[in-house]
């Protein structure tokens, strides 16, 4: 069975500081896509981040930042310079095969103070 | 980014009704839509696949019964919680993958957020 495991359930960090949110997942797949979703207090799910299994290269959007290793099966979010904005809940999510479905971790409440 | 509404945004009803809850697809076709569900601060949990023009998938625990899912268009689906009690009060949120997206990114739904009294 496929998992994704968030071991951090709240951090915190000081505004303009960085931060990394872990995740792992297990999988026997090959080709699969994972992705970081913010969902602030709207409760909007937002599109944070993705990377494709295929790609060695971590993806990068903005303050955003990935350390996928494969081998580890590990995929871990960075956020430079946070902002009181990056307060949410950020979700870590693996898809594989033709289905579509998502598979969710638990979650990190991550809160940014002033 | 591809647009997905959802109707309504909060209801609350009596123990007993039922209650119908909208998603759409605003700038796409979606042949497939996820419905979830999600209580406060913890994951999503994926209730079903609805699939335009035939039935829809369930996941495990989930009564087809309870919770009716019909996807009638290219870019409607439905959610129907039958004769709700106050243990179905929660949040749902809908979400589709636009077709032909390499990466699979899914949009989600700005969610429902249902009380039943």
């Known amino acids: 069975a496929q998992t994704v495991t968030q071991s951090q359930p709240e951090m915190s960090v000081q505004e303009a500081e960085t931060v990394t949110l872990s995740c792992t997942y297990d999988t026997s797949e090959n080709n699969y896509y994972l992705f970081w979703y913010k969902q602030p207090p709207s409760r909007q799910m937002i599109l944070v981040i993705r990377?494709?299994?295929?790609k060695q290269q971590n993806a990068t959007e903005n303050r955003f930042s990935v350390n996928f290793q494969k081998a580890a099966k590990s995929f871990s979010l960075k956020i430079s310079d946070s902002q009181l904005g990056d307060t949410a809940m950020y979700f870590c999510?693996?898809?594989?095969?033709?289905?579509?479905?998502?598979?969710w971790g638990l979650g990190t409440s991550l809160a940014v103070n002033p | 980014g591809a647009v997905v509404s959802q109707h309504p945004s909060r209801v609350i009803c009596k123990s007993g009704t039922s209650v119908k809850i909208e998603c759409r697809s605003l700038d796409f076709q979606a042949t497939t839509m996820f419905w979830y569900r999600q209580f406060p601060k913890k994951s999503l949990m994926l209730m079903a696949t609805s699939n335009e023009g035939s039935k829809a998938t369930y996941e495990q625990g989930v009564e087809k019964d309870k919770f009716l899912i019909n996807h009638a268009s290219l870019t409607l689906s439905t959610l129907t919680v039958t004769s709700a009690h106050p243990e179905d009060s929660s949040f749902y949120i809908c979400?589709?993958?636009?077709?032909?997206?390499?990466?699979?990114?899914?949009?989600f739904g700005p969610g429902t957020r249902l009380t039943v009294l």
């Open positions: 979400s589709a993958p636009p077709p032909g997206l390499a990466h699979n990114e899914q949009f």
């Open positions: 999510a693996f898809l594989a095969g033709n289905n579509r479905k998502l598979i």
């Open positions: 990377q494709e299994a295929y």
